[in-house]
């Protein structure tokens, strides 16, 4: 099983250099430890492409003629003059872009009506990096039976709800032409994608339309834009989604199964956005292609969504301590048993609490973020929101985590035991080091939270001296 796992993590990378590209060693999952999302989100200050890659991906038949192939048949723009270095690295990445595109395999019948899909998928090279591919499954205009196809945008930025408005502008313009498409994503690609709370203007000529003024406006709060937490509390009541939270938290294999790519991607996105400020630096792949089906073999933690269609191979598979979440019925199907009991009663009881009030009163997705994702985050403020005052630093300014020391001050026994499972996880290491680099805590959301958290114990402590 170690040699599979090491197969495995191996084949789901973006190799550089080593062979000749294959579908199997170029496709993606988020095998390489990222930089906690308070980082990395940061990172999208504003100033840098909107996109690599628009892409169309069609389904062809393949050289027998018995099944489809998905296939790039458009791709914008066209790079050239590339070195050898980046070409082979640009031919790998294409070469595995389709497979993820249609995950669902290579038998497919022409139809005449087909639910359009909006999904997305993450590609992680081997030094870290991240691409993700924003994608929107659709049967395309025209008379009788047809395939579906796939618009799919590739870019290094996490901000969904800007590209789906993106996908909408590409699909209608597809209607009428593809030619009509190149001026809108030339002027997109010209754009300095906005800083948080501001909004990029695009002006786009439409055939029988007259010019449109397109504006895309980021969240002012860019912690969760790359997240919509709708679909996840659609599929399950809160006391399995702290389930699935407490497993994540100690990193274990997580798989969920959804009939449709929309719900299986917005659901696995969701659960690993509770997560916030700690990332998922595990295999982490919203929906798996049928041809990678062994990797919910691997022994290492997971995160990975499947197609219903594939759950019987999924339940036939040798796995051990895996939580497999059904989201079409709300329930799971397999569990290690201890889920309930993993996270300190009285801060669960917090979480489930907060979640239930006021969740009827809420409109816009941004309320639906905040709320669901706030109880989380007060979670890790109440847990580890002390961390910054453990980390002992040189005169050089190198910090060192000074770990039994944060332990012991954690003064609830409850609380205690599972910090000090906690610590020993990737998601709190990778965290660590970023913060021992950096003389002052990062003044993110999650700082921000922390700070609000000790006002309130101070002023606490003032007003039950005032009593006595």
Not at 33 to 40: A, G, V, W
Not at 86 to 107: M, S, T
Not at 131 to 158: F, Q
Not at 188 to 217: C, H, N, Q
Request: charged letters at 25%.
């Amino acid at each position: 099983m170690d040699g599979l796992g090491r197969r495995l993590r191996a084949s789901l990378r973006l190799k550089r250099g080593h062979g000749g590209p294959s579908q199997n060693n170029t496709v993606e999952a988020a095998t390489e430890p990222e930089r906690t999302q308070e980082h990395s989100l940061s990172s999208f200050a504003g100033g840098q492409h909107f996109f690599e890659y628009l892409l169309v991906v069609s389904l062809k038949r393949n050289r027998s003629g018995d099944d489809y192939e998905p296939t790039i048949t458009y791709q914008f723009p066209k790079r050239e003059n590339l070195l050898r270095g980046q070409q082979e690295e640009e031919e790998r990445l294409l070469k595995a872009i389709p497979l993820f595109c249609f995950p669902d395999g290579n038998e497919w019948t022409q139809l005449t009506d087909y639910p359009r899909e909006t999904f997305s998928f993450v590609l992680t090279n081997v030094d870290g990096s991240r691409k993700i591919g924003y994608c929107r499954r659709l049967l395309p205009a025209g008379p009788g039976p047809r395939l579906p196809k796939v618009y799919c945008i590739i870019s290094c930025i996490g901000c969904f709800g800007l590209f789906s408005k993106i996908l909408d502008e590409v699909e209608k313009r597809h209607q009428i032409s593809m030619a009509v498409i190149y001026p809108f994503m030339q002027g997109l690609r010209e754009a300095a994608f906005p800083a948080p709370g501001k909004t990029v203007t695009l002006k786009s000529f439409i055939p029988d339309s007259g010019t449109e003024f397109i504006s895309l406006t980021r969240p002012l709060d860019s912690h969760l834009e790359h997240v919509d937490f709708s679909a996840l509390l659609h599929c399950l009541h809160f006391e399995k989604i702290i389930q699935i939270f407490a497993s994540a938290v100690l990193e274990r294999k997580i798989i969920f199964l959804a009939e449709g790519l929309s719900t299986l991607s917005q659901c696995i996105h969701a659960a690993a956005a509770l997560l916030y400020p700690f990332s998922w630096a595990h295999t982490y792949i919203p929906v798996v292609p049928e041809s990678l089906l062994a990797t919910v073999c691997c022994p290492t933690p997971f995160m990975v969504g499947v197609q219903m269609r594939f759950q019987q191979e999924v339940m036939e598979s040798p796995m051990e301590e895996v939580l497999l979440v059904n989201l079409c019925e709300g329930t799971f199907l397999l569990s290690v048993g201890d889920e309930k009991d993993i996270l300190p009663p009285k801060l669960q009881d917090d979480i489930l609490d907060s979640l239930g009030q006021g969740i009827n009163e809420l409109k816009t997705s941004e309320q639906i973020n905040e709320h669901v994702s706030g109880p989380f985050v007060q979670f890790f403020v109440k847990t580890v929101g002390h961390y910054a005052s453990y980390i002992k630093r040189e005169a050089s300014g190198k910090g060192h985590f000074q770990e039994r020391s944060f332990c012991k001050a954690v003064t609830s026994k409850t609380k205690r035991r599972f910090v000090k499972k906690f610590v020993k996880t990737q998601l709190f290491s990778l965290f660590i080091q970023e913060a021992e680099k950096s003389r002052n805590p990062p003044a993110g959301y999650f700082q921000k939270k922390i700070l609000e958290y000790e006002e309130q114990k101070k002023q606490k402590k003032s007003r039950e001296k005032t009593v006595k």
